[in-house]
């Protein structure tokens, strides 16, 4: 079993959609979780933290289920520059300052 | 403020042949890692340096891998001889704190490597 898990996608969606992706981590003594977008042939950037209580910003939502070990990432109001893959980050418990990237998730927003 | 500086951003080699990365991080990063994108995947870390010291290389293949950070600043990974399957991207990323402490990780553009 991967460390992180994602669907691949791709997820193709209109302008103005409402879209959500999931992530499932193995190791439930991490503790940070991150989301990072990559374009095309571009590096990462990270998104966004997630925290315990669930966090916002703008258009995009994160939430945390320590219990399931679950993270989602919410983008509402889809724009055509939020085309990208989305990358589900969480530390390493064991190793400190090692980040565990999810495969990704491809998003194409189309008009 | 510059960014994460790598080089060269191409390369294509013959199986065999040896191949080096260079990468200078964001001024004042004392946190230097490495990583190896394969299409597809997400990033998977190689190498991490907290200043000189490589304080995490569990997931470099020593046989062909190396990695050098001498002075605590600028990073040279080298592979020697090449082989296909390294094929892929190699990034380089920087933060600015030490061990216990989230510091937002910044990555250079990467080096992508074609080994024919």
């Known amino acids: 079993r991967k460390e992180v898990e994602q669907d691949p996608g791709p997820f193709n969606v209109p302008e103005g959609a409402t879209v959500a992706f999931n992530c499932t981590y193995s190791?439930?003594?991490?503790?940070?979780f991150f989301w990072y977008r990559q374009d095309c042939r571009k590096e990462p950037k990270l998104l966004m933290s997630?925290?315990?209580s669930g966090n916002e910003d703008g258009r995009f939502t994160a939430q945390l289920n320590r219990a399931s070990q679950y993270i989602s990432l919410l983008i509402r109001d889809s724009k055509l520059s939020d085309s990208a893959t989305y990358l589900c980050?969480?530390?390493?418990?064991?190793?400190?300052?090692?980040?565990?990237f999810g495969q990704g998730t491809t998003l194409q927003v189309k008009p | 403020e510059a960014g994460v500086v790598q080089s060269p951003r191409y390369k294509i080699i013959e199986k065999k042949q040896p191949v080096a990365f260079w990468c200078n991080p964001i001024?004042?990063?004392?946190?230097l890692y490495w990583y190896l994108q394969n299409l597809g995947q997400g990033p998977e870390l190689l190498i991490r340096?907290?200043?000189?010291?490589?304080?995490?290389d569990s997931q470099l293949p020593k046989d062909r891998f190396s990695a050098e950070r001498l002075k605590g600043v600028d990073s040279t990974l080298k592979i020697q001889p090449a082989e296909l399957g390294d094929s892929a991207v190699y990034l380089c990323?920087?933060?600015?704190?030490?061990?216990?402490?989230?510091?937002?990780?910044?990555f250079g553009p990467g080096t992508r490597l074609t080994v024919l």
């Open positions: 990323a920087s933060s600015g704190g030490g061990a216990g402490e989230f510091d937002e990780q910044f």
């Open positions: 190791n439930s003594a991490s503790q940070s």
């Open positions: 997630v925290y315990s």
């Open positions: 980050v969480v530390n390493s418990p064991s190793n400190t300052g090692k980040l565990i």
């Open positions: 001024s004042g990063h004392n946190t």
């Open positions: 340096y907290e200043n000189e010291e490589a304080v995490d």
